[in-house]
């Protein structure tokens, strides 16, 4: 009876006497499997180069330190060592490159997590390096003074919330400011984790958010501006794009979201430039954006999934705590060994000093501190959940 019903069926349906409306094909990136995930160790080397790029951009790269009677050089760098001087002047475009880097890592360590899994994994791996580069940069600042003024108590407490932008108040170090941007992304993205990840939520979530940092510049509204963070809402967008194609493949949607989110960046890229670097050219920068981005493009289609080798594991791990120690504390060391050797000896002895701390502070300061946080906060949310209503 089965295999009769079919085939009546199927006489049905070819002679027209039974008509079976069409049925709408499922959206592709839905019903395709999703690729199965490892660790992608190449986008570790990666975040360590950016930190590398960052480093030496601020030994001897910036505007700051091109100046006539700079506190670190006593000259301008410039005059120094100029070949250094001028790569290293685009060092700055790591900062970028660690934002697309964070939207492609942060939507795959999400994906399937609950809003309270991100929040304990964003707070343990956030804080405890921080906190101990907040104590060391000043332990650095008071004990060696003369190129950095030390903050007042209160600022420096305050520095460990990670919210002083919030409150208008002044970095431990500078390059704190990138942790405010990064906080305000958390923020965004928990809406959608709370959700459920899928892809469709996050193609809208960075269409809105894409449209919205459209919107924010001429709309001159604070609020929406400190919401929507529009100088860096597109490198996020990015890697959030590039991380859809990764998981689900590429088709013109994604295409073109990463198209536009590169046609926006360039004009960051240029702002970034004219109000805050000086000394780099935006045809050099976008260059180099644009050969970041085709590599990562490279990454999300699968060609690098070859690169497993273990050490870079390690380099990735070097990323964080290297960012923030090594400004303040490395520029203050500079200023103490300049006429002691070679300008571009010590810029390279400087970093690899940074990366062995960097080593250390994550081997005994990240690891164990970690552990104990997470499980007081696992044991708090527990408890929260457990707790009596009423």
């Known amino acids: 009876m089965r295999g009769f ?38 986008i570790d080397g990666v975040r360590l180069l950016a930190a590398l790029l960052v480093a030496v951009h601020h030994y001897a790269g910036t505007d700051r330190l091109d100046q006539p009677g ?76 003369g190129v950095w003024e030390r903050l007042r ?22 390059v704190y400011w990138t942790l405010w941007t990064e906080l305000r992304f958390y923020l965004l993205f928990l809406v959608v984790v709370a959700m459920g990840l899928t892809y469709r939520r996050v193609v809208v979530f960075c269409c809105v958010w894409g449209t ?28 959030l ?21 590169w046609l926006m960046a360039q004009v960051e890229l240029g702002r970034r430039i004219e109000s805050v670097e000086h000394v780099s050219g935006w045809r050099g920068s976008a260059l180099i954006y644009t050969a970041f981005l085709l590599f990562m493009v490279a990454v999300a289609l699968g060609y690098t999934d070859r690169v497993r080798w273990k050490w870079l594991d390690t380099a990735g791990a070097l990323t964080y705590p290297l960012y ?10 500079i200023n103490r060994l300049r006429d002691t050797m070679d300008p571009r000896l010590l810029v390279a002895v400087v970093t690899v000093v940074f990366l062995v701390l960097s080593l250390l502070v994550h081997r005994c300061v990240e690891r164990p501190a970690a552990r104990l946080v997470k499980r007081g906060l696992d044991t708090s949310f527990a408890r929260l959940r457990n707790a009596p209503r009423g």
């Open 212 to 239: 919205a940092a459209m919107l924010a510049p001429i709309s001159e509204l604070r609020l929406m501006i400190l919401i929507v963070n529009p100088v860096a809402a597109w490198f996020f967008i990015a890697g």
């Open 5 to 42: 019903d079919t085939g009546h069926t199927t006489l049905l349906r070819a002679s027209g006497a039974m008509r079976v409306p069409p049925q709408p094909l499922p959206p592709l990136a839905e019903t395709a499997p999703a690729r199965e995930e490892g660790r992608l160790y190449v």
């Open 324 to 333: 923030l120690t090594h400004y303040l504390a490395g520029t203050v060391m």
């Open 70 to 145: 700079n506190p670190v050089w006593g000259r301008p760098v410039s005059e120094i060592m100029p070949t250094v001087f001028h790569f290293s002047t685009y060092g700055w475009i790591g900062v970028e490159i660690f934002f697309v880097i964070s939207g492609f890592v942060i939507c795959m360590s999400c994906w399937g997590r609950t809003p309270r899994q991100f929040f304990v994994s964003r707070v343990i791996r956030l804080y405890p390096a921080y906190w101990f580069a907040i104590v060391f940069t000043t332990a650095v600042v008071v004990a060696l003074p």
């Open 153 to 174: 108590m209160r600022d420096i407490l305050l520095n460990l919330t990670m919210l002083q932008s919030g409150s208008a108040s002044p970095h431990v170090d500078g």
């Open 241 to 261: 794009v590039l991380y859809l194609m990764y998981r689900f493949g590429q088709d013109l949607l994604l295409w073109g979201m990463l198209t536009m989110s």
